[in-house]
């Protein structure tokens, strides 16, 4: 029995945030500023819609690429919001979450050693997916004093032959970092230049601040050698509805739709249905989410750094990522103590990455009194800390 397991699977870390909120399972008055999702419910004329569909006897399997209904509105969202055009025939695919998205992109892309450049800190599941296709994946370390940005000569200094793919994901998951038209044209040249294929998570587009977001796949000659992964789960507040989109270059998608046909078969159709709704009257809640996100967001920027946490302003996303280094304490020891001293649950930077180990990730997805109450016990845990 001893080998059971493949090796690869052995060989993979479970999620540090998984790790690290078993610990919260069975505590009492913990608020969590640890879950990756929003604390609103998806929209009603949402929900509706997709009740509607169940009611309406729409039960079956849509075809294995999605509902063409679906990516029609996709297709067209996209080139009147973003002026960014895609067939819905055949470089639109539906997926189960840009989860599946970034499986299946790594699973049509890579060959074994394939490399995969992946900026951390960074969501957790970039480097276990490529790993399982076989690929490698090559971490870079953006810092702080950068804005948590990858630069062209980062990105220049770690191809090489076996380099085929690079991962951005902005807004990012966990610094909230985003980019400008014109950092983008920076890297994007390099990426073109090298030849490489740039998966594009760009799931909290939506939620981008203070500019508007340019999806990579817009930059003059970028469109050929990206995937683009998008999807409802953030923005719309639809997390649990397993839905989203990937879209690129026709031999790509077709390559992914092989592999989705499968091993998925499609989309679930109860959240293809609403899908539909959130792209035809979602965007009303979606903006009014996102400002309140917004006001969230400087609440708690401004309460961390009063508390002399280090703390960019995010552009994007739902996460503060605050720096514990002048406490003294690693990440993982500021977040144990807080958690067992004041009941605060926040994610230790280190599981997204070696380099995340002088800070902690807060999600601001939590009501602003929670907010209130959290920012002041992480005070009174510093405090006594220093004594
Ligand atoms: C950066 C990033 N990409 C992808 C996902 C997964 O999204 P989905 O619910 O669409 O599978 C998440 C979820 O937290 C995320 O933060």
Same mark, same amino acid.
């Given at each position: ?6 090796? @690869? ?5 479970? +999620? !540090? ?15 969590? /500023? !640890? ?13 509706? $819609? ?11 399997? $849509? ?79 953006? @810092? ?16 090489? %032959? ?17 980019? $400008? ?19 594009? *998570?760009?799931?909290? *587009? *939506? /939620? ?48 992914? $739709? ?23 009257? !979602? ?25 002399? /946490? +280090?703390?960019? %302003? ?39 990455? %070696? ?14 009194? @929670? ?8 005070? +009174? ?7």
């Amino acid at each position: 029995m001893k080998d059971i397991i493949s090796h @690869k699977v052995q060989n993979m870390q479970p +999620s !540090g945030i998984r790790a690290f909120f078993d610990l919260v399972l069975g505590m009492k008055d913990v608020i969590s /500023l !640890g879950v990756g999702e929003p604390d609103f419910a998806t929209p009603w004329s949402i929900r509706e $819609t997709g009740i509607f569909s169940l009611e309406n006897g729409y039960t079956t399997y $849509t075809s294995n690429k999605g509902l063409y209904k679906l990516r029609l509105q996709i297709s067209r969202f996209l080139k009147n919001h973003y002026k960014l055009e895609y067939d819905p025939e055949e470089e639109i695919l539906i997926t189960v979450g840009v989860s599946e998205g970034l499986d299946l992109a790594a699973r049509a892309l890579l060959n074994p050693q394939d490399k995969v450049i992946i900026p951390q800190p960074s969501y957790v599941s970039y480097g276990p997916v490529v790993s399982l296709c076989g690929g490698i994946p090559k971490y870079i370390y953006t @810092k702080q004093s950068n804005g948590f940005k990858v630069t062209s000569e980062l990105l220049k200094a770690a191809i090489d %032959k076996k380099t085929k793919a690079v991962v951005l994901n902005y807004p990012s998951n966990p610094t909230g970092a985003s980019y $400008t038209k014109k950092e983008l044209e920076a890297l994007k040249k390099v990426i073109l230049q090298n030849n490489l294929i740039c998966i594009s *998570d760009e799931i909290y *587009d *939506d /939620l981008t601040y203070d500019f508007s977001h340019t999806p990579f796949a817009v930059l003059p000659g970028a469109k050929k050698n990206t995937v683009y992964l998008n999807g409802f789960s953030k923005g719309y507040a639809m997390t649990g509805w397993r839905i989203a989109y990937a879209c690129g270059p026709r031999q790509i998608i077709a390559a992914m $739709t092989k592999i989705h046909q499968y091993t998925m078969l499609c989309a679930p159709t109860v959240s293809q249905f609403a899908a539909c709704e959130a792209l035809q009257s !979602g965007r009303r809640a979606l903006e009014h989410m996102k400002k309140e996100y917004k006001r969230r967001r400087d609440f708690v920027v401004d309460g961390l750094n009063n508390l002399g /946490l +280090s703390c960019l %302003k995010p552009d994007g996303a739902f996460y503060a990522f605050a720096s514990v280094k002048d406490t003294g304490m690693t990440s993982l020891d500021f977040a144990k103590k807080l958690l067992d001293k004041e009941k605060v649950a926040v994610v230790p930077g280190t599981a997204f990455g %070696k380099n995340g180990n002088e800070f902690i990730r807060i999600s601001y997805a939590c009501d602003i009194e @929670k907010l209130k109450e959290a920012l002041s016990r992480v005070g +009174s845990f510093i405090s006594s800390a220093k004594k």
